[in-house]
């Protein structure tokens, strides 16, 4: 019996023309925007990883880097900022990633029919995942944080002091002194 190969599929977290990904704190619910960095993919794989049955737990348990929301200043691990969108987007996948898995255990079975000659089920291929994000916005207005040598996309009408999510310093977002920091 042949096996079919699957196509090699790509999921990733949409970022605007910049190259930021948006993120959402869980205490506030404002939205900000971060450039995306490898701590992003990792944090991303790690949230798929943990729906899936696991021999090496510890593999996926990496520490998290903690950031601070600019808006409210609560700390958290990485795992805190995803937006709702893009929770239930990696939800899906994980989904999608589970049942192939089941159905490769279960073709496993199918493929080895010597050694087990009275096969009681039919392994059925999932149906692909063709779920997509929608494309991110141009939105929101750049600041430098002169602190990490970073930026972040905050709201357009936001007038008061940021935090760096990075470091947690607060900065002035005066324009007339744009690389204000307040301690």
């Known amino acids: 019996m042949a096996d079919t190969l699957r196509e090699e599929e790509w999921a990733e977290l949409p970022v605007d023309r910049a190259g930021f990904l948006r993120k959402e704190c869980s205490t506030c619910r404002r939205q900000f925007k971060l450039r995306r960095s490898d701590a992003d993919a990792a944090l991303f794989l790690r949230r798929i990883a943990r729906a899936l049955p696991h021999a090496n ?3 996926i348990a990496s520490p998290l880097p903690i950031r601070a929301c600019p808006y409210c200043g609560h700390r958290g691990d990485g795992d805190e900022w995803w937006t709702d969108e893009q929770r239930l987007f990696v939800t899906k996948i994980a989904g999608a990633l589970a049942q192939e898995v089941r ?3 279960l073709r496993h079975v199918e493929r080895t029919l010597g050694q087990n000659p ?3 089920f ?3 291929a999932p149906a692909p995942f063709q779920s997509r994000l929608r494309p991110e916005e141009d ?3 750049v600041l430098p944080l ?5 930026e972040v996309k905050i709201r357009e009408s936001w007038s008061g002091t940021i935090h760096c999510p990075f470091c947690g310093i607060e900065h002035d977002t005066d324009p007339l002194h744009p690389a204000s920091v307040s301690e």
Do not use: A, K, N, S
Request: net charge negative.
């Open 57 to 59: 737990g510890h593999e």
């Open 103 to 105: 159905f490769e255990q």
């Open 118 to 120: 009275f096969l009681t």
């Open 122 to 124: 039919l392994p059925v």
């Open 139 to 141: 939105d929101m207005r």
């Open 146 to 150: 002169v602190c990490c040598t970073e």
